[in-house]
């Protein structure tokens, strides 16, 4: 509800309306609409009290909006009495674009404190109230979760350590550990054309449970079938490995990277096998 105050001054009246005239306490703001509809005359800016400035004991001015039609002043409560009391906010001359001056003026607004008072002393029969004391929380469920998670997380570790560095280890069939073996020794930056061809060797020697050499290699392919779709591969690892160990004139041998294909390649045969 809107309380409003009318008011004349050079035969301009001016209309004014207020949010709240009462229950307003410290820091409270509270908005003086002034009504410009009844004169077309515009107000000058100049002539406007100064912002962010304090007016009496009360009342301190923050900002003014000038519209069209209206000026709204922006209070804010910046001091209250002992007991509730009514006060007046500021009366001002603004000039018109005419150069006659108007009178906004002043209404009435029912300030007080926001704390209950008694006794001709007021605040002081007012008792502090103590700080709440701090509720205490018990850390012992917390702690005895936190360790069985660390417990359950250790022996996780623990299963897959044994796992991958011992059970699936001993239980890695002959050319998955060969890619495993030129996995880990690229990582490592130390793994050589010799060794990837080394190591793909193991793998068929493991495989076939004895020395596979060049001529031996129709009789590993009888004796494995799953190899055979690989037999133009494998034959020609073979002839570049012979051709650069046991040639008087070495020749270069298989690169890397087609003895980690060709490893891969056995691997998933074996897999299926």
């Not at 301009?12 to 077309?40: A, C, H, K, M, Y």
């Not at 515009?42 to 100064?50: E, I, T």
Request: charged content about 25%; some cysteine.
């Amino acid at each position: 509800m809107l309380f409003i105050t009318s008011a004349m001054a050079e035969e301009q009246p001016l209309t004014i309306s207020v949010d709240r005239t009462w229950g307003l306490f410290l820091g409270d703001e509270v908005n003086v609409n002034v009504d410009l509809g009844t004169t077309d005359i515009q107000v000058d800016k100049s002539s406007l009290p100064q912002e962010n400035k304090r007016y009496g004991t009360w009342l301190y001015l923050k900002t003014i909006d000038v519209e069209a039609r209206q000026l709204v002043f922006h209070y804010q409560v910046v001091n209250v009495p002992l007991k509730n009391t009514t006060i007046a906010t500021p009366k001002f001359d603004v000039k018109g674009s005419d150069e006659k001056w108007m009178t906004i003026p002043e209404t009435a607004l029912t300030i007080g404190p926001a704390l209950a008072v008694s006794g001709d002393d007021g605040l002081a029969d007012i008792k502090a109230r103590p700080d709440m004391k701090p509720m205490l929380i018990t850390t012992t469920e917390t702690m005895q979760q936190l360790k069985l998670f660390a417990g359950i997380a250790l022996l996780c570790g623990l299963i897959l350590a044994f796992w991958h560095f011992g059970w699936k280890t001993k239980h890695r069939q002959p050319f998955a550990q060969a890619v495993h073996n030129l996995s880990r020794l690229k990582w490592q930056r130390s793994l050589t054309n010799d060794d990837a061809s080394r190591i793909l060797h193991t793998a068929f020697n493991h495989t076939a449970g004895t020395v596979v050499v060049y001529g031996e290699i129709d009789k590993l392919l009888m004796q494995f079938p799953w190899l055979s779709p690989l037999e133009k591969d494998i034959k020609l690892f073979y002839t570049q490995s012979e051709q650069h160990f046991f040639a008087r004139k070495a020749e270069q041998g298989a690169d890397i990277e087609s003895v980690r294909k060709l490893a891969k390649a056995c691997r998933s045969k074996e897999m299926l096998a």
